[in-house]
Nanobody, 118 residues
Framework: QLRLVESGGDLVQPGGSLRLSCAAS????????IGWFRQAPGKAREEVSY????????FYAASVKGRFTISRDNAKNTVYLQMNSLKPEDTAVYYC???????????WGEGTLVTVSS
């Protein structure tokens, strides 16, 4: 069974940090583009970051660039999203997804909630 499972979401104060994990089972992330997305209440889903595990290229949305870092651990078949200097506007459910190309995310996790609030 092909699955992506996110973890690491939590309540954190503004300025704090969290690391989200996206663990894959049933397939190898090496052959896929992995993306992190988020959806805040009442808002459309937006892309946050991508990593192409073939050439290791990365992409960050302007709103998170310089604060978030995407990385992977091949041995654990896991992709991470390190989030620093968190802001209240980062509050959302964060999803990871995998696909052969950025425009075709075939597999999605169920999401993990990040709340940034004092």
């Amino acid at each position: 069974q092909l699955r992506l499972v996110e973890s690491g979401g939590d309540l954190v104060q503004p300025g704090g940090s969290l690391r989200l994990s996206c663990a894959a089972s049933g397939f190898t992330l090496d052959d896929y583009v992995i993306g992190w997305f988020r959806q805040a209440p009442g808002k459309a889903r937006e892309e946050v970051s991508y990593i192409n595990t073939r050439d290791r290229s990365t992409f960050y949305a302007a709103s998170v660039k310089g604060r978030f870092t995407i990385s992977r651990d091949n041995a654990k078949n896991t992709v991470y999203l390190q989030m620093n200097s968190l802001k209240p506007e980062d509050t959302a459910v964060y999803y990871c997804a995998a696909g052969p190309i950025r425009a075709a995310m075939d597999y999605w996790g169920e999401g993990t909630l990040v709340t940034v609030s004092s």
